[in-house]
């Protein structure tokens, strides 16, 4: 009978992480034995994909950048593909602990996705300005719509399940914070059940964050934005009776 990690696939997306992304192939599978890792490089200009494959990951090269939404549908696929029942996204950079899947795939007893979140009570990752009041207001309102307290709905820390992976395959959305925010009201109107579990993130082992703190307040203001849109979406069943993907 196989273990959970030997059923699991560990994503990474990874755009211009050569710096990083080595250590943290090398770490997953010593940390995570049996499980599978694929670093997908999401249109690297850098050696990203030559370090993960000197580390022993799997890679997929996407000739141009699609961000962590589309680098992740590929991902979902890739283990509908080969066999595999779970997914866990794993950030290239460092900031994300493998020790925490462990804990993740457990909660997928009880759920169809597992958040790994901060502000949970591990760690002591810290936000301010802008970015906090976001992640609040957003955990707020994710928390009444999957009827589950959640506290950090833009974590990119998450395990997938069987019928997680299923859906999200066909209809993970790769649109700017889509991966998070968007991804969490189709899970849920797709009947999925979310719960969450503390993690500590860690430092960039290298490489350059996505958002300065100059980026604060168009971050509040794409991630309305993008709850919006997610709550706009029409329910998949309506979709699908209407001939659309």
Same mark, same amino acid.
């Given at each position: 009978?196989?273990?959970?990690?030997?059923?699991?696939?560990?994503?990474?997306?990874?755009?211009?992480?050569?710096?990083?992304?080595?250590?943290?192939?090398?770490?997953?599978?010593?940390?995570?034995?049996?499980?599978?890792?694929?670093?997908?490089?999401?249109?690297?200009?850098?050696?990203?994909?030559?370090?993960?494959?000197?580390?022993?990951? *799997?890679?997929?090269?996407?000739?141009?950048?699609?961000?962590?939404?589309?680098?992740?549908? *590929?991902?979902?696929?890739?283990? *509908?593909?080969?066999?595999?029942?779970?997914?866990?996204?794993?950030?290239?950079?460092?900031?994300?602990?493998?020790?925490?899947?462990?804990?993740?795939?457990?909660g997928l007893a009880d759920a169809d996705l597992v958040i790994g979140?901060?502000?949970?009570?591990?760690?002591?990752?810290?936000?301010?300005?802008?970015?906090?009041?976001?992640?609040?207001?957003?955990?707020?309102?994710?928390?009444?719509?999957?009827?589950?307290?959640?506290?950090?709905?833009?974590?990119?820390?998450?395990?997938?399940?069987?019928?997680?992976?299923?859906?999200?395959?066909?209809?993970?959305?790769?649109?700017?914070?889509?991966?998070?925010?968007?991804?969490?009201?189709?899970?849920?109107?797709?009947?999925?059940?979310?719960?969450?579990?503390?993690?500590?993130?860690?430092?960039?082992?290298?490489?350059?964050?996505?958002?300065?703190?100059?980026?604060?307040?168009?971050? *509040?203001?794409?991630?309305?934005?993008?709850? !919006?849109?997610?709550?706009?979406?029409?329910? !998949?069943?309506?979709?699908?009776?209407?001939?659309?993907?």
């Open positions: 009978m196989q273990t959970a990690l030997e059923k699991t696939l560990i994503v990474m997306p990874a755009f211009n992480e050569e710096e990083s992304v080595g250590a943290v192939v090398r770490e997953v599978l010593d940390q995570l034995p049996g499980a599978g890792c694929l670093v997908v490089d999401d249109g690297s200009s850098d050696n990203t994909a030559v370090a993960a494959r000197a580390a022993g990951a *799997l890679v997929a090269v996407l000739p141009i950048n699609l961000g962590v939404g589309g680098a992740m549908r *590929l991902g979902f696929r890739y283990a *509908l593909e080969h066999g595999y029942s779970n997914v866990v996204q794993i950030d290239s950079d460092g900031q994300h602990d493998p020790g925490t899947v462990p804990a993740m795939l457990a979140a901060r502000f949970a009570g591990a760690g002591e990752y810290v936000a301010s300005g802008p970015r906090r009041w976001a992640m609040i207001v957003l955990s707020s309102l994710l928390s009444r719509i999957s009827g589950t307290r959640l506290t950090d709905t833009t974590s990119g820390l998450r395990a997938s399940g069987p019928r997680a992976v299923m859906l999200f395959s066909k209809h993970y959305p790769a649109e700017y914070l889509g991966d998070t925010v968007e991804s969490l009201v189709i899970a849920v109107r797709g009947g999925c059940r979310v719960m969450q579990v503390p993690a500590s993130m860690r430092v960039r082992s290298g490489g350059t964050p996505s958002h300065g703190a100059g980026k604060s307040a168009v971050y *509040l203001g794409r991630a309305m934005i993008a709850l !919006l849109f997610a709550l706009l979406r029409p329910p !998949l069943g309506r979709r699908a009776e209407g001939g659309t993907a």
